[in-house]
Each structure stands twice: as C-alpha cells, then as structure tokens.
C-alpha cells in the first residue's frame, strides 16, 4: 500500500457503496440468533461453524457462493427481521466511515402470508432510517468536521427464479402455470417495476432505482425489457448485473436493451475469450469499452466477490479493474455482500491502494464519483450540495490527519 494511504486514512475519509445486497450482509450473530427464533435450521450455530461450512474465504464457484443466501432469506421473512438487519447494516458501514449507501435486495423473496411488498419494503426503509437519524444526530452535535449519513434503496427483479425461491414465486408460478417460463419471469420483473413506482409515488419510501440480478447465461437481459421499459418512462434509475459471470453481450444487453445507468460487476466487459463472435472481436469490445466510459456509465467494481464466484480469476491482482482504469472508465469499489464475502468497504479499497497502484490522488477522484455517479434520493440540487459537503469534508480529513502526522 502506499505509504501516504494508511488504514486509518482509508476508514476516515468518506466512501460509498453503491452494490451492497442487504440479505448478503447480515452480520453471523444476527443469523444464528434470528434462526433460533424463527425455527429456521442452520449447517452451525456458531460463527465459527457457519465460515467453516457456508461462508468461506473461497468458493468454487458462483453456485457455491449463492448457497448461503438460502439460510439468510429464510429468516428475513417478516417486518422485524428485515427492519433490523437494515438497522445494523447503516451501523456497520457508518462505523468505517461509509456515508453513502444504496443497499439492494429482492422485495418478492420476502413477500409471504404474513407481509406484503410495501410492508418489506417499509421494514427495510425503518431500518436504515433509524441508522441515519442517530447517527446525523451525533455528527450535527460534532464541533469538528461533519457529514452526514444518507441511503437510497434499489429493488431488485431476478433473470430466472423457483418455486422453493420464496413463497410469492411459488404462487406466482402457480397461477401462470401455462405460460412459458421466460414470460413468468418477464411478468414478475415488470410487477416489481410497478410496486416500484408505486412505493415511490404514492408512498414516499425512497426507492432509488431497479435492478436485475441472478444467473446471466440462459436468462439474458432481454427478457426483462418491459419492466426496466417501465421503469426508464417512470424516471427510476437503472442498474443491472452484468459481465459478472457472462461475457460483454451481457452488458451490451444492459446498457442498450434496458438504458442500465450503472452496471453491476462489468467484469467481463473486456474479456474478449467470452465473446460469441468469431471475428471482430476486438473492434466490438473496444467500441463497447469507449461508449461505457463516454457516456460515464459506472461499473460498481467487487474486488473479492469476483474473486469468489470466478474460478479463473487467480489472483486479484489479474482483475479487469486494472485495465478498467487504464481505459479511464468511471468505477466505484463496492463490498457486494459484506457477510458472504466476508469483506468491508476498507478492506476493498486497501487491496485496490496495495494490488493497483492508487496514488492518494486517484483514491480521491474514485471515492469521490462514487457521491457523484449514487442515485441519490433527493433533487439534483440537493445532490450537488451534498457532494459538496462530501468534498470539503474528504479535503478537512486530509488536512487533519497530514497535521496529526507530522
């Protein structure tokens, strides 16, 4: 790591994390306490038991490391689970510094008898706001610099999904048991899009932007373009997963057939072994790779997670994040899932400071677009007031820590 960028450094200056799924970040101890309750049962009972067996430092692949978000959704299945796990992921990321955050999650896999979607939603939004109050509470009290605390939600519609996913896609299924499968998905994706709006208009509840997710090979974007249609003519941001374990047809998908405004991953937009073309190849991803980084479309970058879930990515210092800043694309460092990846914000960023060669420069411009490029809640005013404020404060963090260091 570069000598001017420390720790202490890093987890004093302010940072974002625009691709945090709020399931995959549930701390281990609120797991095992809310599966005893619940009735839910666990591979272990202990910290210790579930790194070991669920949530580990490597897995094979992306199946692997989706096979503990079986046990994290199941107890996530009513108002005070989900308000709670929001709750404690605004306090983890605020105590690292993080002040910006737009957890996401799939509101149809907790829909049940018991809760409806405005009601998950709702849960979730209780939780964060409860984090945010308390804490902008203590930093407007702070004689000293001070930023506050903010979050935006995005919902997310999944490319293919089962009848044992949860019990509204059970049903959903159930009622259109003739139709061909991609129509059901296409459906469900487009029913989401639309509580969306709703939430948003008639509710209030802060719903920042609509994403896709789950399996890209078989269930490509396309088949979603109404609902992301829809939520293009509603003026709700666009993200999607892409090029996570696909090749750049994904993310062309995203950014042309759905106006993605930001891309999930984006780590295969450069590998040009996953292309279905014989020839052009090149041409085709550096046409891609320059209309990305012309039209500042952000790829949330998850060091560690694509280090997990792509058997041959060996190390991470042979990330496509390297040849990404070469390029200049626009990039943000994002954990993924804090608790399946068993990472933070910091840590992310201390391996891109130490594996890529980020002078204290670079940091600042990346740490800094991510406020820039959020899909934050309020007016674009207001965004603009708040970036500044994120600005000063970065520039007073600098200058008290060059002051306690020298």
Avoid: W
């Avoid at 959903?172 to 989401?192: D, G, I």
Wanted: glycine letters at 4%.
């Amino acid at each position: 790591m570069a000598p001017e960028i420390t720790r202490e450094f890093i987890q004093t200056v302010p940072k974002t994390d625009l691709h945090v799924h709020l399931d995959g970040s549930m701390r281990l101890e609120t797991l095992i306490e809310l599966a005893k309750e619940r009735n839910v049962e666990l591979p272990s009972f202990t910290v210790e038991g579930l790194k070991e067996l669920v949530f580990k430092e490597r897995y094979a692949d992306l199946g692997e490391y989706l096979h503990g978000f079986k046990y994290l959704c199941a107890v996530l299945q009513d108002p005070e689970a989900l308000e709670r796990t929001a709750y404690e992921l605004a306090l983890d990321n605020q105590a690292e510094g993080v002040r910006y955050i737009e957890p996401r999650f799939a509101p149809q896999l907790h829909v049940n008898s018991k809760q409806t979607m405005h009601d998950v939603v709702s849960a979730v939004h209780r939780g964060l706001e409860k984090g945010k109050r308390e804490f902008n509470t203590i930093e407007e009290k702070k004689t000293g610099p001070s930023l506050n605390f903010e979050y935006g939600i995005i919902v997310c519609a999944l490319r293919m999904f089962a009848e044992n996913f949860s019990d509204y896609y059970k049903d959903f299924m159930r009622v259109h048991e003739f139709t061909p499968r991609k129509q059901v998905y296409a459906m469900a994706s487009l029913e989401l899009a639309q509580a969306a709006v709703n939430m948003r208009e008639e509710h209030g509840l802060p719903i920042v932007a609509f994403d896709l997710a789950g399996q890209e090979n078989g269930f490509p974007a396309e088949n979603h373009v109404e609902a992301y249609q829809y939520a293009h003519k509603n003026f709700i941001k666009k993200t999607v997963h892409a090029g996570e374990a696909y090749g750049p047809e994904s993310i062309f998908q995203a950014i042309t057939d759905l106006h993605a405004d930001r891309i999930g991953h984006g780590y295969h937009l450069l590998s040009l072994d996953k292309l279905d073309m014989e020839e052009g190849r090149s041409q085709y991803i550096r046409n891609l790779a320059e209309y990305i980084a012309d039209k500042r479309i952000t790829v949330e970058v998850c060091l560690t997670s694509n280090l997990q879930t792509n058997p041959e990515l060996a190390q991470l210092e042979d990330h496509a994040f390297k040849e990404m800043r070469r390029l200049r694309l626009s990039t943000t460092f994002c954990t993924d899932n804090r608790t399946v990846s068993n990472t933070t914000v910091t840590q992310e960023i201390e391996k891109a400071v130490e594996l890529f060669g980020l002078s204290r420069a670079d940091l600042k411009h990346i740490l800094v677009y991510g406020f820039k490029r959020s899909f934050f809640p309020g007016t674009y005013l207001e965004k603009r007031r708040y970036v500044r404020r994120v600005i000063d404060y970065y520039q007073q963090v600098e200058d008290e820590l060059a002051l306690s260091s020298s």
